[in-house]
């Protein structure tokens, strides 16, 4: 589950966007609390033109934290990852602070914990300027 993101991006098109994230996971496992996993990412957006539904996203993250006990021990510069896909509503070319929302599935894996497959649903701002 991806709790918190910030990213950059640049629209290349009316078509496409592309950015870079650094965002925070949970992960399966851990005893009291889920694991997380932190890392760098891109994202590739396609605007499809329909009215409340307006973006594709393809999200892809590489964590270099991970709080599972494999992942902690291992000596790895790449603990784990994340596959994101999303469809949502987002203001491309709206100069000023837009509200962001999308719906998608989100898998993720890491060094010690099982892989994870769960719905996701992201909610936020972007600032076009």
């Known amino acids: 589950m991806d ?3 910030f990213g950059f991006g640049h629209q290349i098109n009316s078509t496409y966007a592309i950015g870079i994230k650094y965002t925070v996971y949970w992960l399966s496992g851990g005893t009291y609390i889920p ?6 990412g ?8 329909w009215e409340i539904i307006n973006n594709i996203n393809y999200e892809l993250t590489l964590y270099h ?7 902690d021990n291992s ?15 987002e203001k491309n070319f709206d100069n000023g602070i837009n ?5 998608g599935v989100v898998y993720s894996f890491a060094l010690g914990a099982p892989p994870l497959v769960l719905p ?6 972007n ?3």
Do not use: E
């Not at 000596?75 to 469809?87: L, P």
């Open 65 to 71: 934290v991970a709080t599972t006990q494999t992942s």
């Open 99 to 103: 509200f962001i929302c999308s719906i």
């Open 3 to 5: 709790i918190l993101g």
């Open 127 to 129: 600032i076009n300027f």
């Open 35 to 40: 694991n997380s996993g932190g890392g760098f």
């Open 42 to 49: 891109i994202r590739l957006s396609q605007y499809t033109g």
């Open 120 to 125: 996701n649903i992201k909610l936020g701002f």
């Open 75 to 89: 000596g790895a510069i790449i603990k784990g990852g994340s596959i994101d896909i999303n469809i949502g509503n």
